[in-house]
Structures are given as C-alpha cells and as structure tokens.
C-alpha cells in the first residue's frame, strides 16, 4: 500500500511545489539529539536497530509496521543473516518514532506502497553485518587471537573450538567504533534468506495472546464512541444529548472536530450512549451528489476538452498504422478497506505527558496528531505501535487518533477510542472511483500501434497530505496547512497528474505511441490508497481490452500479450511461467479460463483464473500466479501475500461497491458491503519466478491480475465483455 | 449477578443484562483473544464456544449464557499447550494480520468435534461464518483438513470442558 497514499513522484511534485525547504528544514530534528535506542544494563545497542542484551539476547527494532504483510519477519530474517543468529533466536519490537526510523525514500515514519524488504535489503543487511564486525575485532582483542581466526554460529563467536557468547564481548566493543561497509554475505553462503521458515507471529496470533491496540487497557480507562456526520465534512448544526447524559456509565460527552464523543466506563455502554444522540448536521455540498450524479460528472467531463496530458509518439500516427481500433469506456466504484481490526487508539495525557497505543501505518504522524491535539512538544510523547488487524491502506489515515486526543484533552481522562464497523464504513476514506476510457488500434501482425487512455475521478494526493501534513508539522498553524493543502489540489487540477490515479494505465506492454489523460473530479469523498491503489482498477481496464484486442487480432492471449511485451522481459517471463503451468492443469467441462498480467511495485505478475458460471453467479476456483518480485526473502511469505492479493482482489472484483446516496455511504456492514468467504475462495498456486534483481513488492502485485484474470475467463464462458466492476452478469 | 463458567472457572458479573458476552469477556474477565469485527455476528471475529459448539458472541447478551459453559481461544490452548488446530495454524503459516484467527480456530474446533473428518463441503459450510480480510482460507481449509486426516482432532474433546460428544473412531 502506498503507505502515504502519495507515489513518491506525485509527493516530490508537490513538496517541491509548495516549499520542500521548509517541509525538511522543519523534520529534520524532531527528537532532539537523543538515540533511538538507550540499552539496558550492560547492554549495547551499535545503531537503531539492534540492541544486544547482558543476556546474549538480540533485539531488534522493526521500523516498519506489521499490518499482517510479514515485514517483521522478513526484516528480522535480514539482520539474523548478517548477524548470524537464529531468526526465532530474535526477539522483535516495534520501533518507537524516531527519525533513524524515517522510511528511506518517503518523507515520513511510515509503511506502505510494498517498499520494506526493497528499502531496506541492502541497509539493514549492513547494520547488522557490521555489528557482528564489531563483535568479532572485539572478542579477537578479548581472546588474544586473530579476527581471522574467529567465525560465528548461531549467537556465538568460535574460538579454537569453543564457543563464547556475543554477549561476552560488549564491554570492549563499547570502546570500539562501529565498522562500515562490513562486506555481506554472498547468496550462496544464506542460512536464512531465501528458506521457507515459520513467522515468529504466528503462535502469537494462533493462541489469541497477540496484542492489537483494540486489546489495549490502562488504568483509569474510560472508552469513547464519536457520532459523525453521515455526510464527510458535515457538521453539528443542533445537538440534543440529554437521553444520552442520562444513561448508565457515562460520564462526558464533548463536542470534537469531527463531531459528537460520548465518554462511558465501558465500550457498550458508549455505544448505546452514541445511539441517543439527536444532532441535526449541516450538510456539505457533497450531500447534494449520488452515485448517479457523480457518475454522469465524470462522463460529461469525459466528453470535455478538460485534462493533463502526456503523450510519447504520436497517437495520429499511431492510428493510422492501424488495421483495427476500438474505443471502451471502463467503469470502478468507490470501495472501503474494512480491515478486520476497526480504527483505535489509547490516548493517556498526565504530567505534561502523552503516551499513544496504536497500531497504524504511520506511528510518526500519529505522534504528531497526538502533539498537536494535545499542544505537547512531539519529544514528550511516547507512541506504543502495536500489530495492526490488517491495513491496506486504512491505517494511514489517522483522524482517530486526533480525535481521541481531542476527547482525552476536553476530559482530562485516558481515551479509548474505538470506531465501529458503520463508522469504518460510513465515515471513513474511500478508494477513488473512476471512469477510465481506452483508444487503441492494432497492425496486421498483432501489434498495438496506439494506445490512447482518460481516468476521470478524484484525486489522492491532496487527501493523502491531508492526512499527513497535521501531524508531521504539529506546529504549523491549521491556516497554513490548509494553504498548502488548496494548493496542492489546484496543482492536480489541471497542472499534475495524480499518479495513484493513473499508474499502470499505459505501462507494461511496448506501445510505441502513447498517451495519458487525466481529468480530476472531485466530489468530497474523502479517498485514501487502497491495497495497490490505481493499479487496483486501472490493471481491469488495460487487461481487458489487451484481451479483446488479442481476439480482435485472431490471437490467442498468451500470444498477443507477447507479441506486445519485446521490452519486458520479466513480465514475458511471468506470463510464459502461467502459460507453462496452465499445460500441467486439467481443466473440468464448463470452466474456463482467463489470464491477465500486471507489473506494479517494480515486481511483475500474470495470473490465470478457471471460472465457472452458476446461474447469475460467477465462480472462480483456482488461479495459477507467478511472480517475479526480485531476490526472495522468505518464499512462503510470498506466497501468503499474493494468495491474499487474490482474495481481496476477487472480494472487489465480484462484490466491492461504495454507493453514494445523497453524499452518504449506503453500506454499513458486512451485510450489504459483500466480503469472500472461504466456500467462495479459489485454490492458488503461486509460482515464484526468481531473478537476481533487488527484492521488489509482494504485498500489493498480487491484487491487480485477479479481476480481469475473472473478467477475460468470464468472456470466454458466457460471450459477455465486462466493462464495470463489481463484475455482474448481464 | 450472572454466572457462567468461563474457560473453566466459575465467574459472576454484574455487567447490564443486556452486553454481549463479547464485551464481558474482553473488558471485565480482560481476556482479549476473541476480537470485535462488525458486531451485528456477520464476521465471526468473536467466535466462542457455548456448551461446546461455536457461537458469534458480539450480539449474545450475557443473559443467554447464564448457568452455561463458555469456552474462548485462551481455553482452547496455550502457547505451551497448544490445541492441534493452533499447531496447524502455525506450522502452515496460517495467520497474517491474525485478527480474526482466534474466531476461525474455535468455528474450526467446534467443527472438528462434531464431524471429526469433514470433507471440503462441510468444512465450508462450518467456516463461511468467518471473514478473514487478509485472505488466509487456503491455508485455514488446509490447516483444518490436516487436523481431520492426523485424526488428532480427538484433542478437542479433552480441551473444552463440555464436550457435546465423543468423536467417533479417535483415541484420546
């Protein structure tokens, strides 16, 4: 997930724009000068990262968020490596906020756009290959012997024979200085990286004694629930809460930026509490919008001459090599990211002292929000980041934990704020709907010769640096913010491209004439990147046509996409891997199949889905998925992460709709906002096509192929093209 | 005051009549391995055992279960002692968020003590209750199915304190 909802093109664009100086002169030194980790008695921390016990215990301090994706593992797997110590060996924390933290290519502590395991491969490898450096000069002065002589098993230095714990060495490697450029290890000599090994949160997570912010209680505790607008942006005209004072346990309600908190001594009585509010809301203007309006906004803008756009060749010409063209247009709903865990967070203030427990996707906005609301100095404020029940990009938005320190301020009491599930649905951020319209003509040998592409929708970027801003500059005047803030919208109409908007719509296959254009209508839903962001819908409209062109050229789809991919070796060599795979399926009377590919997140996937159709219903019961995602790291992970791609692809390709009745979401729950189930989930098999390149992203890939994968295999059992998701039969 | 026999242990609350069992047993017992997803029993994140089969508890008021026998995954096993079903679950690696695996481990056990080696349809039929946003079925069909075809699901019996009934065919 693009963990700032921003591609790092789009933010660097309008950073740059609206004052990066500013922006980077400010974060620089938000902590003060004091390190990241303070040590334990007798104990040694070389960097941020690693933390060696009296005790021989390694620690290790996670500076990504674990939302399910596996990072914790993955990362802990690195430093094991270099370190030379067991993985279950290491014990992981969730790093506090701190700038050593800082995601080396975003702006911000954050986790997101299917980046760790690339960001941090080389880095945190080196870390820890020349912590165990220091060790070793140590324990070589130590032992009276050559470093040369010592080697390293398992937490222990080898000398002679005899083992000698790394923690016997710390008080001498305190005098020394760390090493750099410690050179790592060749791929041939991994014990770890690369094997297939159980995560260190599994057992955790099987035993219920994993502890997720919704688990969180401190004493003195009193639980809030907020009524909100049902309509984004809307706010309280008329507020009767007499009823609600009047019920069992509660003990406050207060008026906050976002609406009404109720305050009670447990989440029940909260929840009744909220229920008998009477507030009449002031609408915004999105409440004069539906599902119908928008969609006819952006079709007539459509037809406009609105729009940014970049070509590469010249569509003209293009065209007129053309033997064949066909223009379609390509519909995508609003979707929400539901995770499993809804929104929360524990606000303690005492003492000129805040302390947050949260999980998030971004602990160092969140300390901002909580600095902010609060009016404490950001190095007065303690963040616990905790698992996260699931992210996809939700837990980057973190107007909970504003409001939370907005109820503990206005009541002087520790907050736990819990959202419902209505609130996640009806009050949340959304993925941007969208009309998308393709142009493209083929030559008599099966070759695109233009490809000519529209995105119509709203814009992530501004609500991304929304949901940033306030709590990266805690100091910055909300006046100022909102400057920037109109800004950067301005700056996307008309001026920028939205990249979350558009990316993947022209990319993959050789297209020699090229060209994008985005329109940008903005209703007020509020949006947020949802798991693969544009590629989530922009893979369905590109990969449909690709496989309506194929017909069109009388080629079979492996074929035509190959003929088009002479400058993509890694995507050819994942569609030729499905193509392989699919010869060894049997393939029962009345399914189908259909195959689609996609690169996103550097790494690159094809998949193949087998459908059926049962009445109205369309059924998907296995999907072969290869993937090139770079050197591996853990390859079962992997596999985790595209086999849930799939499934939360398949849950929007067949069921995912955000409707808008006048501005507010139909939806509330799991009853009319559809989620697979297990009897409705496919078989996966997952090939893993390894390259030597760097690790590439495996979180998000997997979800772009699925719903044209379904889509295409659905033409092929019923004659139907499908131009709109949720995918519905005629 | 309402009592219940909670993991084993008997326990009174004085909690309104009306709180699910949820809220009971997360914020007065403080046992939080059973989670809140929905909370209109559409998820399954919640799941418990009453009397020994499975039960969403976020909409059973506590006065449903007086007098009764209410299990949770804190009583199904523990990392020392684990249930063979949370054996499964961390040797195929099946969790990742891991939020709603407590609620799919007790659908699956209380599955498993009532049809000790179900077939794919029947295990459907038994977890369809349970969402996972994260998308781990596979491995949960394939966690479960291991646990039927070992036939160590016998385990169940001797880790929830009512069993309904015997497994048939399996040495305990």
Not at chain 1, 693 to 719: C, H, K, M, R
Not at chain 2, 64 to 87: F, M, R, S, W, Y
Request: net charge negative; aromatic share 6%.
């Amino acid at each position: 997930m693009s963990a700032i909802k921003l591609s790092r093109r789009g933010f660097l664009k309008a950073t740059g724009l609206i004052g990066g100086g500013l922006l980077i002169g400010y974060v620089a030194t938000p902590d003060g000068n004091s390190p990241a980790v303070i040590p334990g008695d007798g104990a040694m921390a070389p960097n941020a990262f690693i933390q060696l016990t009296q005790d021989n215990q390694i620690i290790f301090y996670s500076p990504r968020d674990e939302m399910g994706q596996g990072i914790s593992m993955g990362l802990a797997t690195l430093v094991a490596e270099e370190l030379d110590v067991p993985v279950d060996k290491i014990q992981v924390e969730f790093a506090s906020v701190h700038d050593d933290y800082r995601h080396p290519e975003y702006w911000v502590q954050g986790t997101g756009g299917s980046s760790s395991m690339r960001v941090h491969y080389l880095p945190l490898r080196q870390v820890a290959a020349d912590t165990r450096a220091l060790l070793l000069t140590a324990a070589a002065m130590d032992l009276g012997v050559a470093a040369e002589s010592l080697s390293t098993e398992d937490g222990y230095i080898l000398s002679n024979g005899t083992g000698h714990r790394y923690s016997d060495f710390i008080a001498t490697a305190q005098t020394l200085e760390l090493p750099s450029e410690t050179p790592l290890k060749a791929k041939a000599d991994f014990k770890y990286i690369g094997k297939d090994m159980t995560r260190i949160d599994a057992l955790a997570k099987s035993t219920g004694t994993a502890i997720f912010g919704m688990d969180i209680a401190v004493p003195d505790m009193y639980y809030a629930m907020v009524s909100r607008s049902p309509v984004a942006g809307g706010t309280v005209n008329n507020l009767d809460d007499s009823a609600a004072r009047a019920m069992s346990g509660v003990t406050d309600i207060v008026r906050i930026d976002s609406g009404v908190a109720v305050v009670a001594t447990s989440f029940w009585k909260a929840k009744k509490a909220v229920a008998a509010l009477n507030i009449i809301w002031d609408q915004p203007d999105l409440a004069n919008f539906s599902n119908g309006d928008i969609r006819a906004d952006y079709q007539s803008a459509l037809e406009s001459d609105r729009g940014t756009t970049e070509t590469e060749g010249s569509i003209t010409e293009g065209l007129s090599k053309a033997s064949m063209q066909v223009r379609r247009d390509y519909w995508t709903p609003y979707l929400a990211h539901t995770p499993m865990e809804p929104v929360n967070a524990v606000v303690k203030i005492s003492d000129g002292k805040a302390e947050l427990w949260a999980g998030t996707q971004s602990p160092g906005v969140a300390r901002g929000l909580v600095a902010r609301h609060s009016g404490l100095s950001v190095d007065n404020i303690t963040v616990n980041s905790l698992f996260s029940g699931g992210g996809f990009g939700r837990r980057a938005q973190l107007s909970h934990i504003a409001e939370a320190t907005q109820v503990a301020v206005a009541t002087n009491k520790t907050i736990k704020l819990v959202w419902t599930r209505e609130n996640d649905l009806q009050n949340g951020w959304f993925r941007q709907a969208s009309i998308m319209q393709l142009h493209a003509g083929i030559d008599a040998e099966g070759k695109v010769t233009a490809w000519d592409a529209t995105r119509v929708g709203g814009d992530l970027a501004p609500d991304t640096l929304a949901g940033v801003l306030p709590g990266e500059l805690p100091r910055t005047p909300k006046l100022l913010n909102d400057l920037m803030l109109s800004a950067t919208e301005n700056l996307y109409d008309g001026w920028l491209i939205d990249s979350g908007g558009v990316e993947g719509l022209v990319s993959d296959y050789d297209f020699p004439n090229k060209q994008l254009r985005h329109i940008s209508v903005n209703h007020g839903l509020p949006l947020a990147a949802w798991r693969s962001v544009g590629h989530s819908f922009t893979a369905f409209a590109k990969e449909t046509l690709m496989d309506e062109l194929a017909e069109m050229a009388g080629l079979n789809s492996f074929e035509f996409r190959r003929r088009n991919l002479q400058n993509n070796p890694r995507l050819l060599g994942v569609l030729e891997a499905v193509e392989q795979g699919l010869k060894q399926w049997d393939i029962p009377a009345g399914h189908h199949i259909g195959i689609s590919t996609h690169g996103s997140f550097q790494s690159f996937v094809a998949q193949a889905a087998e459908v059926s159709i049962q009445g109205s219903k369309i059924r998907v019961h296995r999907v072969l998925c290869a993937i090139d995602c770079g050197a591996v790291i853990n390859p079962d992970i992997v596999r985790a992460q595209i086999e849930g791609g799939i499934m939360y692809g398949l849950t929007a390709a067949l069921y995912g709709d955000i409707e808008i009745e006048n501005g507010a979401v139909k939806q509330s729950n799991f009853h009319d906002y559809k989620i697979l189930r297990i009897n409705e989930a496919p078989a996966v098999d997952v090939l893993i096509v390894e390259t030597e390149q760097a690790p590439s992203g495996v979180g998000e890939p997997g979800l772009p192929p699925i719903a044209p994968a379904v889509a295409n295999a659905v033409y092929q059992a019923t004659g139907q093209r499908l131009y709109s998701m949720p995918l519905t039969l005629a | 005051m309402i009592e219940f026999i909670l993991n084993g242990k008997v326990v009174q609350t004085d909690d309104e009549p009306d709180t699910p069992l949820l809220w009971v047993v997360r914020d007065t017992f403080k046992l939080t391995g059973s989670k809140f997803g929905c909370g209109i029993a559409k998820c399954g994140a919640c799941t418990m055992h009453i009397d020994g089969s499975a039960q969403q508890t976020c909409v059973l008021p506590i006065t449903a279960v007086a007098g009764k026998t209410v299990t949770t995954i804190e009583g199904l096993g523990t990392p020392d002692n684990l249930h063979p079903l949370q054996q499964a679950w961390v040797e195929q690696g099946v969790p990742q968020c891991g939020y709603c695996q407590s609620g799919q481990i007790m659908s699956a056990a209380s599955l498993l003590t009532d049809n000790p080696n179900p077939n794919e349809a029947q295990l459907e039929a038994a977890m369809e209750r349970n969402i996972c946003r994260c998308g781990c079925y596979p491995r949960i069909k394939q966690a479960i199915l291991s646990v039927a075809e070992q036939g160590q699901s016998g385990a169940v019996q001797l880790a929830t304190p009512v069993a309904a009934k015997a497994p048939e065919g399996i040495q305990s």
